[in-house]
């Protein structure tokens, strides 16, 4: 157990790291003499390097541990993201900012890994559901600490502080690392079985379909986060204030989601229905914002709440599906080529929501997208519920049928 609260308060600090940014690129664009354009590449930089970094990111996770690896890249991270606050050189500040990035990223996959290779099979579900609140607890803190910190010690210091965290959970893990119980061999299962090679995981069918799920469903999960702020601004002519009431919701309701998600992957016969209900509630919701010129605060909160909670229940139920029918001396390389498909959703999504908005001069096209990726994440996790039944691995035990 102690396990499990360390890889999840990893996951919430690394979170809190990443989105440090976005309420700081006011005060680096004034300090550091950049662009709004080159302050949003330390947020870019995270998403290119989640979607080259998650696979080889699962591999060392297989080999070394992930507990072991969790623990250099916070004394990594640490390091250089304490270094990257010092000095005013953009290009340096961005080197360490990727490399830092890097560093999340490996944390993230080794996390979630954990869950298949400390928790029981029946459990699984409920720890993946532990590991997506507790990234989403991060983003939350991060959008309220923030500006708050930023404001009163300067963004260098609040970012010393977030940095200092790391090296606090790398002196903990210490004693982890000295009585870590016994696991999965990371070459060998207990039957001596090998570990899958990376090849084998591609020409996987129901792992190429997760990933391909996972793709798709970021298009609409990194859509919304980038570009529903900026349309309750420029349609909705909501104030600062009633941006932040809104957008928050989008950290706060994926937490209760992922939990209670997770405890209905852990227990229910059937979890297709789940990928099926989130699919429609994240697609049918942003087609409600985008025809509705304006709507009462409280009205816009519900829906990105609902909004928020559809796409959690998907990835979450992706998670889990993916950290079972992968045996778990293989599930960190597994994971690693879902989220390395899955980040190019989210790099596509901040990229087609500008572009399309600039060639059409409306939110209209983008926002239609981003709810297609909602319901064509379903078509995919269909395609795996039945090539689950009709061929399941010899270790699969969760029910899949719709």
Known sequence: MKIIWFVNIAILIAFVK?????????????ELQISYAQAGIFMTAYAVVRCLASLPAGSVTDRLGSV????????CVGVLGALGTFGSNYYVLLVLRVLVSIGIAVIFIA??????????????????GYINGSLNVGIALALFMT??????????????????????LFLVSIPLLKNLPDTAAPHKTGDGEESIPIIDLLRNPSVMLLAFGTFILFIELYGVLTWVPVYLEEVYRYSPAEIGAGATMFGIAAIPASIITGFLCTNLRRITWLCISGGVMAGGCILALMLSSHMPLWLTVA???VITWGHSQVIVTIM??????????????????????GYGGSILATYLGGYLLEKTGSYDLSFISFSASAFISIAAMLLVSRILQNNPPAHFRLKMGA
């Open 18 to 30: 990443i989105f440090e940014i976005p309420s700081m690129i006011p005060v680096l664009v004034d």
């Open 68 to 75: 072991t690896v969790i623990s250099a890249c916070l004394l």
């Open 303 to 305: 829906v990105i709440t």
């Open 147 to 168: 500006p708050i910190l930023a404001d009163s010690l300067g963004w260098r210091w609040t970012a010393r502080i977030y940095s200092f965290s790391f090296l606090l």
């Open 111 to 128: 996390a979630v890994d954990s869950i298949p290779k400390y928790m029981a099979p029946e459990s699984v579900g409920k720890g993946i």
């Open 320 to 341: 889990s599906i993916a950290a079972i029918i992968v045996p778990s001396h293989s599930s960190g390389k597994a994971l690693g080529v879902i989220f390395s498909f």
